[in-house]
Structure formats: structure tokens, C-alpha cells
T-cell receptor
Framework: DTGVSQNPRHKITKRGQNVTFRCDPISEHNRLYWYRQTLGQGPEFLTYFQNEAQLEKSRLLSDRFSAERPKGSFSTLEIQRTEQGDSAMYLC?????????????FGDGTRLSIL | AQKITQTQPGMFVQEKEAVTLDCTYDTSDQSYGLFWYKQPSSGEMIFLIYQGSYDEQNATEGRYSLNFQKARKSANLVISASQLGDSAMYFCAMRGPPRGKLIFGQGTELSVKP
């Protein structure tokens, strides 16, 4: 059983650069979520997709952030013109569609460090 | 608005003893789901247990059980027979409308002592 896969595991970049992360969900899951987690905090929701449709975006997702899931399988999260405050762990999760009882299964995350 | 509160930043427990991690929630929804996740120092979030708002019995999964008190809006996690490998951050989360995103608490860091 292949879990949620995220790449890269770590990303170090200079302020102002663009970065892109990739998430491959569990194959039969049609829902995909992105969260951001800063040190000492719980994850905060960023956005989610059902198949290729982006159904909800958080206010946290500024214009510099964009997420895609073009074929309803893998997803990418891009951050343009990175800022110091973007340093965080970016977590991807996937789940089956259904009621509130469907657990979300998380990947190992991508840790972003802005120099 | 939905909110999850975990009031214990850190907890210590002796190996083989039971421990309760507190979680209270706030929602105006009648139908919702409550989840507990474990996050070891390596970073991955591991799903532990789920409780539905209409479930009449408390959920159990192996050594994990959820003490669900709907009137008090609490969903405490009980870990029986603690093991050293249980040392981790534990997050309580709620499925908010429209049944998509999870709303997390700030977490409790559990340390199991030998």
C-alpha cells in the first residue's frame, strides 16, 4: 500500500526565489489537501481539490501561492517570490470522498527554509 | 467558526501507564468528525482514531480510545499501557464544513519515561 508521497523532503532557497512542491496522493483517493505547519503549531489548511477541481482556498493562500491538480492525480504547490515568513513544513494529505468519517492520510511533508 | 483547544502543551507519563490527552472543540454543526493524529519528531502525521458526532459508543483502536463527551464538547484521547515509541506530538482535529478541511489544535507533546 503506497502512501502519500511528497517531494522534495527539504528545500532551501533564497528570499525572492520561486519554489514548487509535488504531492502524489494514495492512488484511489480523489481528495487532496495542502496544509502548512510552523514550529510548535498545528497544521493550517491551505487548499483542497476534489479530482481536478480546487474547491476551497484559505485566506492564508496569498496571490503568491498557487496549487494545481491538472489530471486529478498528483498536485503541485508553487510559491512565487518567497519571503522569510514562508519558512514552514508543507504537508499534503489525501482521502476518499465521503462523509466526515474519512480520515486524511498525510505525506512526510516538505520542509521549506528561506535564507 | 470551528475551533479545537488542547490545553496541555506537554505531558509526561511513565512507561506502561495510561495517559489522557485533553481536547475540547467548538462548532455549531450537528454533524462533524473528530480525529487524533500522532506526529513523531520525524514529521509525518499518523492517523490514530476517529469519532463521529452521532456515534453512541466511544471509538477504540488498539491501545487508543477516545473519551467522547458530546455535551461537554470534549474528545479526549486515552493511551493505555504507554510505550517509549508513543513519545510524540499529538494533535486533535475536527472536520469542518463543507466536510473538507481539518481544523487542528496546537498539539500536546507527550514524553514517555522508562
Amino acid at each position: 500500500d503506497t502512501g502519500v508521497s511528497q517531494n522534495p523532503r527539504h528545500k532551501i532557497t533564497k528570499r525572492g526565489q520561486n519554489v514548487t512542491f509535488r504531492c502524489d496522493p494514495i492512488s484511489e483517493h480523489n481528495r487532496l489537501y495542502w496544509y502548512r505547519q510552523t514550529l510548535g503549531q498545528g497544521p493550517e489548511f491551505l487548499t483542497y481539490f476534489q479530482n481536478e477541481a480546487q474547491l476551497e482556498k484559505s485566506r492564508l493562500l496569498s496571490d503568491r501561492f498557487s496549487a494545481e491538480r491538472p489530471k486529478g492525480s498528483f498536485s503541485t504547490l508553487e510559491i512565487q517570490r518567497t519571503e522569510q515568513g514562508d519558512s514552514a513544513m508543507y504537508l499534503c494529505a489525501s482521502s476518499l470522498e465521503g462523509g466526515s468519517n474519512q480520515p486524511q492520510h498525510f505525506g512526510d511533508g516538505t520542509r521549506l527554509s528561506i535564507l | 467558526a470551528q475551533k479545537i483547544t488542547q490545553t496541555q502543551p506537554g505531558m509526561f507519563v511513565q512507561e506502561k501507564e495510561a495517559v489522557t490527552l485533553d481536547c475540547t472543540y467548538d462548532t455549531s454543526d450537528q454533524s462533524y468528525g473528530l480525529f487524533w493524529y500522532k506526529q513523531p519528531s520525524s514529521g509525518e502525521m499518523i492517523f490514530l482514531i476517529y469519532q463521529g458526532s452521532y456515534d453512541e459508543q466511544n471509538a477504540t483502536e488498539g491501545r487508543y480510545s477516545l473519551n467522547f463527551q458530546k455535551a461537554r464538547k470534549s474528545a479526549n484521547l486515552v493511551i493505555s499501557a504507554s510505550q517509549l515509541g508513543d513519545s510524540a506530538m499529538y494533535f486533535c482535529a475536527m472536520r469542518g464544513p463543507p466536510r473538507g478541511k481539518l481544523i487542528f489544535g496546537q498539539g500536546t507533546e507527550l514524553s514517555v519515561k522508562p
